[in-house]
Nanobody, 123 residues
Framework: VQLQASGGGLVQAGGSLRLSCAASGRAFSSYGMGWFRQAPGKEREFVAAISRSDIRIYYADSVRGRFTISRDNAKNTVYLQMNSLKSEDTAVYYC?????????????????WGQGTQVTVSS
């Protein structure tokens, strides 16, 4: 399985971006999917995760109410809608796939990782 993240960019504080993560392969609909991010000099942190059937969705406290994770299994794609962006949201964002139904907040549970997309929020 290959994951391709896109949609990052430079945005002003208070603005919005939508990240996409396209997956290859037929098993996408059976995977839990997550988004993680890593800022310069910091460890990777959990952002959001969604189970294969949308029943369970988790968010980090820092993004709850501003970010929304969703998936379209027909398009093999998971999305992260990011609103009310803050400078502290600046990071490289990674999507990840979990072969179990997921979702998990722990990166170690994920089997596949995308290459990352840079999000920069200017204040």
């Amino acid at each position: 399985v290959q994951l391709q993240a896109s949609g990052g960019g430079l945005v002003q504080a208070g603005g919005s971006l939508r990240l996409s993560c396209a997956a290859s392969g037929r098993a996408f609909s059976s995977y839990g999917m997550g988004w993680f991010r890593q800022a310069p000099g910091k460890e990777r942190e959990f952002v959001a995760a969604i189970s294969r059937s949308d029943i369970r969705i988790y968010y980090a406290d820092s993004v709850r109410g501003r970010f929304t994770i969703s998936r379209d299994n027909a398009k093999n794609t998971v999305y992260l809608q990011m609103n009310s962006l803050k400078s502290e949201d600046t990071a490289v964002y990674y999507c990840a796939g979990d072969r179990t139904s997921g979702p998990s907040r722990l990166g170690s549970f994920y089997d596949y990782w995308g290459q990352g997309t840079q999000v920069t929020v200017s204040s």
